[in-house]
């Protein structure tokens, strides 16, 4: 019984203990839901006073649009207003010139009017006029005829033959006169231009100071001693023909202590052949696959310089904005040589002595200097490309922009095309100054003999010509004709013909005159 007892009381404590853990839970609930209730109800608040403010700016914000828009409307209503006004105006001024332009038209028109009465007085009057001088001139006429017909019966002739007497009278007095006017003028035109052209050369070659550099075509090698020979050489000679064979040079070793030749006639490539040896030389290792390495350093080496002495030559003549291949060419006249003159040296030269002679003579000088520098650069590709360097000179200065002037004096500075401007007849001047200096070409004895012999052998082979004598070191060829079988006209044709010779048949550096003179003596004794 007593286990019921305590069973009892313990379901009473549980049911009680429940009760109150629910009476306790009811109330936090209900506490909780008090303190959610007042929170849900001060969000509602501000939500509602936050709508209001907005409501509030937005009311605000439209007036104030409904103001800018009224404002924006009254300046466009005055705008208008005045643009009306304006035009209201401008109309008003319209009418009043169209009203003075009608009043303008009508007094011209009535003043026409009057201009027309009075032309056609005058018409009337002209015409009576002309009437009375038409008769006047048919008395005049038939007065004239009459006198010229007791003239030509007097005189036994008839007017025409008279007249014809006159003028062959007056033909040959005035060809007489003229004649003697021409020989005087060009006698004095030709002393006067000879003597400041003289001036003109000498000042110019005065001013102008060049090198005059005679290459040849082998370049000595010092070595540091003999047995790199022997490793230049390479076993069973592989190194020196890997060096031939690279660079397109002939090596020579010989007895000669301590050196080696390089020998080509193409100075680039002779060029690239030494600086490629040099460079093996102190780096030591010599070998086919090094010698390939080293000649290519040698190219790029050879190429810089190219360049740079293309770009000093236009610093040199002042000639900026040269196109950048044509700078190429320049340079690479610095390897190229003409009778021992090194042509990039020529090219400096003629362009300097051109531009001083054009300053002395008004000319232009930049375009003189400009094509004087140009003028050989043919002579960079001429053995890569066919024709002379003059027509090749003249296609890469058309190619490469340069104006129709430097092109035409290119082409004109060996007589190829005829010279049409004073700047290509000085780059000719200044061409045949610059290789005739002395030393400026090298040539053997044994060629500059057969050359004159040459000379003169062709002058001798026309008729009529009595002697000759190749002067200024073959320069100029002096011919004496017989006056008897050669006129005063047949001197100049045969001057053509003889130079047209020379041209086709010899190779000559410059230009040869060719003066041909016709002397006649006549001689009496008084007895």
């Given at each position: 019984?007593?286990?019921?007892?305590?069973?009892?009381?313990?379901?009473?404590?549980?049911?009680?203990?429940?009760?109150?853990?629910?009476?306790?839970?009811?109330?936090?609930?209900?506490?909780?839901?008090?303190?959610?209730?007042?929170?849900?109800?001060?969000?509602?608040?501000?939500?509602?006073?936050?709508?209001?403010?907005?409501?509030?700016?937005?009311?605000?914000?439209?007036?104030?649009?409904?103001?800018?828009?009224?404002?924006?409307?009254?300046?466009?209503?005055?705008?208008?207003?005045?643009?009306?006004?304006?035009?209201?105006?401008?109309?008003?001024?319209?009418?009043?010139?169209?009203?003075?332009?009608?009043?303008?038209?009508?007094?011209?028109?009535?003043?026409?009017?009057?201009?027309?009465?009075?032309?056609?007085?005058?018409?009337?009057?002209?015409?009576?006029?002309?009437?009375?001088?038409?008769?006047?001139?048919?008395?005049?006429?038939?007065?004239?005829?009459?006198?010229?017909?007791?003239?030509?019966?007097?005189?036994?002739?008839?007017?025409?033959?008279?007249?014809?007497?006159?003028?062959?009278?007056?033909?040959?007095?005035?060809?007489?006169?003229?004649?003697?006017?021409?020989?005087?003028?060009?006698?004095?035109?030709?002393?006067?231009?000879?003597?400041?052209?003289?001036?003109?050369?000498?000042?110019?070659?005065?001013?102008?100071?060049?090198?005059?550099?005679?290459?040849?075509?082998?370049?000595?090698?010092?070595?540091?001693?003999?047995?790199?020979?022997?490793?230049?050489?390479?076993?069973?000679?592989?190194?020196?023909?890997?060096?031939?064979?690279?660079?397109?040079?002939?090596?020579?070793?010989?007895?000669?202590?301590?050196?080696?030749?390089?020998?080509?006639?193409?100075?680039?490539?002779?060029?690239?052949?030494?600086?490629?040896?040099?460079?093996?030389?102190?780096?030591?290792?010599?070998?086919?696959?090094?010698?390939?390495?080293?000649?290519?350093?040698?190219?790029?080496?050879?190429?810089?310089?190219?360049?740079?002495?293309?770009?000093?030559?236009?610093?040199?003549?002042?000639?900026?904005?040269?196109?950048?291949?044509?700078?190429?060419?320049?340079?690479?006249?610095?390897?190229?040589?003409?009778?021992?003159?090194?042509?990039?040296?020529?090219?400096?030269?003629?362009?300097?002595?051109?531009?001083?002679?054009?300053?002395?003579?008004?000319?232009?000088?930049?375009?003189?200097?400009?094509?004087?520098?140009?003028?050989?650069?043919?002579?960079?590709?001429?053995?890569?490309?066919?024709?002379?360097?003059?027509?090749?000179?003249?296609?890469?200065?058309?190619?490469?922009?340069?104006?129709?002037?430097?092109?035409?004096?290119?082409?004109?500075?060996?007589?190829?095309?005829?010279?049409?401007?004073?700047?290509?007849?000085?780059?000719?001047?200044?061409?045949?100054?610059?290789?005739?200096?002395?030393?400026?070409?090298?040539?053997?004895?044994?060629?500059?003999?057969?050359?004159?012999?040459?000379?003169?052998?062709?002058?001798?082979?026309?008729?009529?010509?009595e002697r000759c004598y190749a002067i200024q070191s073959g320069r100029e060829v002096r011919i004496m004709v017989k006056p008897d079988d050669v006129t005063d006209d047949g001197t100049r044709v045969l001057a053509k013909e003889i130079a047209k010779r020379i041209e086709k048949e010899m190779e000559y550096p410059g230009q040869i005159r060719v003066n041909v003179i016709r002397e006649t003596r006549s001689t009496e004794y008084a007895k």
């Open positions: 019984m007593q286990w019921y007892i305590v069973v009892l009381l313990v379901l009473v404590g549980a049911a009680a203990g429940g009760a109150a853990g629910f009476l306790y839970r009811k109330q936090v609930v209900e506490t909780k839901i008090g303190r959610t209730e007042e929170y849900a109800k001060r969000l509602y608040d501000d939500a509602v006073r936050k709508a209001d403010e907005y409501k509030k700016e937005k009311v605000l914000e439209a007036k104030e649009e409904i103001l800018k828009a009224k404002a924006e409307n009254d300046r466009e209503k005055a705008a208008n207003e005045r643009e009306m006004r304006e035009n209201e105006r401008e109309i008003r001024e319209r009418r009043a010139e169209l009203q003075r332009s009608e009043r303008r038209v009508t007094q011209r028109e009535e003043t026409l009017d009057k201009k027309a009465d009075n032309l056609e007085a005058r018409e009337e009057s002209l015409n009576k006029k002309a009437a009375d001088i038409q008769s006047m001139e048919d008395d005049v006429k038939a007065l004239h005829e009459k006198q010229e017909a007791e003239l030509e019966r007097i005189a036994g002739m008839t007017q025409d033959e008279a007249r014809q007497i006159i003028v062959e009278r007056v033909q040959k007095d005035a060809f007489h006169d003229a004649a003697a006017t021409v020989r005087d003028i060009e006698a004095r035109a030709k002393e006067e231009g000879e003597k400041k052209a003289r001036n003109i050369i000498a000042l110019a070659i005065q001013k102008c100071a060049a090198d005059h550099v005679a290459e040849s075509t082998v370049s000595v090698i010092t070595l540091p001693n003999d047995d790199m020979k022997g490793r230049i050489i390479g076993r069973e000679g592989r190194n020196i023909r890997a060096l031939e064979s690279a660079t397109g040079v002939d090596l020579i070793i010989d007895d000669t202590p301590e050196a080696i030749i390089v020998s080509a006639f193409d100075p680039v490539r002779r060029e690239i052949a030494r600086i490629a040896v040099e460079k093996l030389i102190q780096d030591g290792r010599i070998h086919p696959a090094r010698i390939e390495e080293m000649v290519e350093k040698a190219k790029k080496e050879v190429e810089n310089q190219i360049r740079e002495a293309g770009e000093n030559a236009v610093f040199e003549t002042n000639q900026h904005g040269l196109h950048h291949e044509l700078v190429k060419l320049l340079g690479r006249l610095k390897y190229r040589t003409s009778y021992g003159q090194n042509v990039l040296k020529h090219s400096i030269e003629v362009s300097h002595l051109a531009g001083l002679m054009a300053a002395e003579l008004g000319a232009d000088v930049q375009l003189a200097k400009r094509a004087g520098l140009l003028h050989d650069i043919g002579k960079a590709v001429d053995h890569e490309a066919e024709g002379t360097h003059v027509t090749l000179g003249g296609e890469l200065a058309r190619k490469y922009h340069e104006s129709p002037d430097v092109i035409h004096a290119i082409l004109a500075h060996h007589n190829d095309v005829e010279p049409q401007t004073v700047e290509a007849v000085l780059v000719q001047a200044a061409d045949a100054i610059s290789a005739a200096r002395p030393g400026a070409r090298r040539e053997s004895l044994e060629n500059y003999i057969k050359r004159l012999e040459k000379l003169e052998e062709i002058a001798m082979s026309f008729e009529g010509v």
